[in-house]
């Protein structure tokens, strides 16, 4: 069964740079999939980020597309986000996620497993 | 893009049935037989719970439905459970490849 967990600063300054990363185990991250990530601000709801499929290739939400990085290291079988110029508004429990089993398509855009999430305040 | 919408909350009593309506566009959820739609705790990560608008995963009771008629999908919640009281969005993928999810709903079991 494959397992996601996030980790990465809980606490980051006004204009300067979200890192997390995203340590899978139970599959590799080469061998297939979509690997993404997913943001909800205190209260509020679900926000795609963004992904990236087994072989690096990358999709951003639009409204976020200019400061946002997707990438696969897979020798530690992590993948990364990175948000930059970030503001008060960027504070949320970021999720990472990947497709379901045998999905097909713009199916597997959508999140089968997540990971438990963590939450990244911006503050100065 | 934009979000998909979704009624705020929703509520029924124990053992009847409870349906949230998730309404987008043709270019998301009227474009695709494409849509997800999630279970979402307090402070515990989402859980899928249909896929493809009307499959079940392995483990999600056969009181979950899905459903779409053009840019509305709709889950449909029947025999409803304390347990079933939770957060739920739905999801669709959408064209220029990206992903768009509904604002959510709370489901209230009386």
């Known amino acids: 069964q494959v397992q996601l967990q996030e980790s990465g600063p809980g606490l980051v300054k006004t204009s300067e740079t979200l890192s997390l990363t995203c340590t899978v185990s139970?599959?590799?991250?080469?061998?297939?999939?979509?690997w993404g990530w997913i943001r909800q601000p205190p209260g509020k709801g679900l926000q795609w980020i963004g992904n990236?499929?087994?072989?690096?290739?990358?999709n951003y939400n639009p409204s976020l597309k200019s400061r946002v990085t997707i990438s696969l290291d897979t020798s530690e079988n992590q993948f990364s986000l990175k948000l930059s110029s970030v503001t008060a508004a960027d504070t949320a429990v970021y999720y990472c996620?990947?497709?379901?089993?045998?999905?097909?398509?713009?199916?597997?855009?959508?999140?089968?497993?997540w990971g438990q999430g963590t939450l990244v305040t911006v503050s100065s | 893009q934009s979000a998909l919408t979704q009624p705020p909350s929703a509520s029924g009593s124990p053992g009847q049935s409870v349906t949230i309506s998730c309404t987008g566009t043709?270019?998301?959820?009227?474009?695709?037989?494409?849509v997800s739609w999630y279970q979402q705790r307090p402070g515990k990560a989402p859980k899928l719970m249909i896929y493809?608008?009307?499959k079940r995963p392995s483990g999600v009771p056969d009181r979950f439905s899905g459903s779409k008629s053009g840019n509305t999908a709709s889950l449909t919640v029947s025999g409803l459970q304390a347990e079933d009281e939770a957060d739920y969005y739905c999801?669709?993928?959408?064209?220029?490849?990206?992903?768009?999810f509904g604002g959510g709903t709370k489901l209230t079991v009386l």
């Open positions: 996620a990947r497709s379901r089993t045998y999905c097909s398509g713009g199916s597997c855009y959508l999140p089968g497993y």
């Open positions: 990236i499929n087994y072989n690096g290739s990358t």
């Open positions: 493809e608008v009307t």
């Open positions: 043709n270019s998301d959820v009227g474009g695709y037989n494409y």
């Open positions: 999801s669709s993928y959408a064209s220029s490849n990206d992903c768009v």
């Open positions: 139970g599959y590799s991250i080469s061998s297939g999939y979509y």
